[in-house]
């Protein structure tokens, strides 16, 4: 009997059997891991490429093609008392025409003045104005090119193309191998490119104005949507009533994180613009649209790292007199704080790259001047490239692959500041 209730050994099929499933799920977890392995090297692979041939293509825009000019100010046409008065087009135009003495004609002059950015007069004023000791002197001074010269000297222009399918002429092709040789023709860090606002033309355009209409937005966005997020959170974690409008409630704001966010761009059309009639491309409207896109990525982090307080504190701070509230108020969001800062970051990073719901209230104006506040126009980071991309001017293209490099190093560095807090203030209970 008592042999019965002892297991036989496996019999010689049996363990052939045994034996040839293991091999078989043993193969399978070595293909699951390679495909896994695979799956990532080529996720890797791709963002490489991408990351490569934004770089590729955006470096030309980190660099500016400059030409110098003698241009001689006489004290004798300049009002000191009246700097911007002055007809600074004519000292430029001077200055320009003495490199090339046998243009003589007015097309060919035209073709020249063609060379240098149209802003040249407006800078030279500038120079003069900011500092007026230059006036009665002559100053050797470096112009941006215009977008042709730029291209031709950065070499994206084919010489050997017909003159019908190039956009620089010979004459001007002529004229700028002899403003190289003479050594007028220099490459320098486009540092315009971040101290400038935006301009029809490539060669001086910037993303200021684009910075600082973000920052304003975000500013907005993240003094809506974190103590909002936080009530919210606190109130349904700790305090709501654990009924059907509580349920219906948390599945709502669920659902409203997975929304498109060209339906909160209409939203704030219809409410903010078509009915309050607050200020279009304004980064206060824009601001508040992105905060209703935030908040529910805000209350949903917040709500995790409340619910991840272990329940000792609550009830151990209660044991001891405090009231529910204070218990909430003064020991649980302490504690799940970095948690909630980690879900703001991050909501926040995701806001500064919508695009969508920014054009549908109008945050896509052409704006020269960076705003001077939350109700002054003006445009967001993804906006201006949607519009860099869409002019046709050619410089605009690495502008554009520059000014995505410039998003993307503001969203990883929101991301790592992310990472930082949670990884300094994480408790481990």
């Known amino acids: 009997m008592s042999s019965l209730g002892r297991s036989l050994p496996p019999t010689v099929g049996e363990t052939a059997s045994l034996n040839r499933r293991g091999r078989r799920r043993y193969a399978a977890n070595r293909r699951f891991r390679f495909y896994g392995l695979l799956a990532i090297l080529f996720g890797v692979g791709m963002l490489a490429t991408l990351i490569a041939s934004l770089i590729a293509t955006a470096y030309p825009a980190f660099m500016k093609t400059e ?4 241009v001689t100010l006489p004290a004798g046409e300049i009002d000191r008392a009246a700097l911007k ?11 320009l025409y003495r490199q090339f003495p046998d243009a ?16 040249a007069a407006y800078m030279l004023r500038d120079m003069v104005v900011a500092d007026p000791s230059m006036i009665g002197k002559t100053q050797s001074i470096a112009f941006p090119a215009s977008d042709i010269v730029d291209q031709l000297h950065k070499g994206v ?12 002429t010979d004459a001007q092709i002529a ?26 033309h490539p060669e001086i355009a910037g993303l200021l104005g684009a910075i600082v209409g973000s920052f304003y937005a975000l500013m907005v966005c993240f003094m809506l949507s974190f103590p909002l997020g936080i009530a919210a959170a606190v109130y349904l974690e700790e305090f709501a009533p654990k009924n059907r409008w509580t349920d219906l409630i948390e599945v709502n704001i669920n659902n409203l994180a997975a929304v498109p966010s060209i339906v909160f761009g209409l939203l704030g059309l219809a409410v903010f613009l078509n009915f309050f009639g607050l ?8 601001g508040m649209v992105l905060a209703l896109m935030t908040l ?29 509230q204070q218990a909430a108020w003064h020991h649980i969001l302490p504690l799940a704080m970095p948690g909630i800062m980690t879900g703001t970051i991050i909501g926040l990073a995701q806001a500064l790259g919508e695009t969508a719901p920014l054009l549908l209230i109008g945050m896509n104006a052409f704006i020269t001047q960076p705003p001077g506040g939350i109700l002054d126009p003006a445009t967001a980071l993804p906006t201006q490239i949607y519009i860099w991309a869409d002019s046709p001017e050619r410089g605009f293209v690495s502008r554009t692959s520059a000014a995505i490099l410039v998003l993307l190093g503001f969203l990883v560095l929101m ?15």
């Open 67 to 70: 030409i110098v000019l003698d």
């Open 85 to 95: 008065e002055a007809n600074y087009r004519k000292f430029f135009l001077d200055a």
């Open 104 to 119: 003589t004609n007015l097309s060919e002059r035209r073709s020249i003045v063609r060379m240098i950015t149209q802003d």
């Open 157 to 168: 222009i084919d010489r050997s193309l017909p003159p019908d399918r190039r956009p620089a």
């Open 175 to 200: 004229w700028y191998d002899k403003l190289v040789a003479a050594g007028r023709v220099r490459g320098n860090l486009n540092t315009l490119l971040i101290t400038a606002a935006d301009s029809r």
């Open 279 to 286: 200020p279009r491309s304004a980064p206060l409207v824009g």
């Open 296 to 324: 529910p990525t805000v209350i949903i982090a917040g709500r995790a790292a409340i619910k991840a307080v272990p329940p000792s504190i609550r009830e151990a701070a209660i044991g001891l007199g405090a009231s529910h």
């Open 415 to 429: 991301n790592g500041l992310a990472v930082f807090l949670r990884k300094k203030f994480e408790r481990r209970w």
